[in-house]
């Protein structure tokens, strides 16, 4: 029946990106965004706010294995974890194999992306209902303008700076995750593409570096963003993410991982030229 059914994911007014989709698993429009997930060939379950990939089974683990990896092992002892968003329940799912987290604070804003995950995709949202996630369905922003917990790593987890995201990218958003955070905290974001959304990274690293003392971009690839290369930010109040990482602590952890391993690690800071230059002020060294 839908042997002829292909997506368009359209990236700004001048790229898409297709794929052959098997069928339809779920489809809905929340109070925030449409929600799709389908079967697809070649790429298995995908997720779709608002036409654009969010995850799919076949590279979900490289972006993962990224956002959470790198900060929970340059922390020395991350206890206590915040993610923003993240509602496919993949980033909180490698938070939790981290032996010394106890407790994993999730606030996503759009409970629909949480129930057609968990009904749709296993495969990231399994953890979800462990004992040490916290799952809130709520405003990302509002919880750490209010909350009184310490948090050792935040995770921002975040879609494209428009609809309901568009206020993670913001210097009161990101002052308030400062007053969060431990003394020795970090926050990693989604940072976009260097390629396509260089002139986000430059907005979004002038915010981080008026509250952190430490600024940085890391990179990954992924099969299935616009451009492929794609980014992370990483501010800190403390720790350098090179520095201070010890790569036998990957070791000793006995984690496997898919995409992340300690020299990788290192080596995500090691940035193109073009990023370099484009980026020249914003990074620290």
Same mark, same amino acid.
């Given at each position: #029946? ?40 070649? &790429?298995?379950? *995908?997720?779709?706010?608002?036409? /654009?990939? #969010? ?8 972006? &993962? ?6 900060? /929970? ?8 974890? !915040? ?6 329940? $993949? ?7 981290? +032996? =010394?987290?106890?407790?994993?604070? *999730? ?15 296993? +495969? ?39 609809? %309901? ?15 969060? !955070? ?6 990693? =974001? ?7 959304? *260089? ?21 990954? =690839? ?8 794609? @980014? ?7 720790? &350098? ?5 010890? %790569? ?14 300690? %020299? ?8 193109? =030229?073009?990023?370099?230059?484009? /980026?020249? $002020? !914003?990074? @620290?060294?």
């Amino acid at each position: #029946m839908h042997s002829n059914l292909w997506i368009e994911e359209k990236f700004q007014d001048f790229l898409g990106l297709k794929f052959k989709v098997e069928k339809v698993l779920f489809s809905g429009k929340s109070e925030f965004q449409t929600v799709d997930v389908v079967e697809t060939k070649g &790429h298995g379950k *995908m997720l779709l706010n608002d036409g /654009l990939v #969010m995850v799919t089974e076949r590279d979900e683990f490289a972006y &993962h294995d990224m956002i959470s990896h790198v900060p /929970l092992f340059v922390h020395p002892a991350p206890k206590n974890v !915040l993610v923003i968003g993240g509602g496919d329940g $993949g980033t909180a799912r490698e938070v939790i194999r981290h +032996q =010394s987290v106890e407790k994993c604070t *999730m606030v996503e804003i759009d409970g629909m992306v949480v129930d057609a995950c968990k009904a749709h995709i296993p +495969q990231t949202s399994c953890a979800l209902n462990d004992s040490r996630i916290n799952l809130i369905i709520g405003d990302g922003v509002k919880f750490v303008k209010d909350t009184n917990e310490k948090f050792d790593v935040i995770i921002v987890d975040s879609t494209d700076p428009i609809g %309901p995201a568009q206020p993670l990218f913001g210097e009161e958003f990101y002052q308030d995750v400062y007053n969060c !955070l431990a003394d020795d905290g970090i926050v990693v =974001s989604q940072g976009e593409s260097s390629w396509y959304a *260089m002139d986000i990274q430059q907005s979004l690293l002038t915010v981080l570096n008026a509250v952190f003392p430490q600024c940085y971009l890391y990179s990954f =690839s992924n099969l299935t963003y616009p451009g492929g290369l794609w @980014s992370f930010t990483f501010a800190s109040k403390k720790y &350098h993410p090179v520095n201070d990482f010890e %790569p036998k602590r990957v070791d000793q952890s006995g984690l496997n991982f898919d995409y992340y391993n300690a %020299p990788l690690h290192s080596a995500a800071f090691a940035l193109p =030229s073009f990023v370099q230059k484009g /980026l020249n $002020g !914003l990074i @620290s060294n």
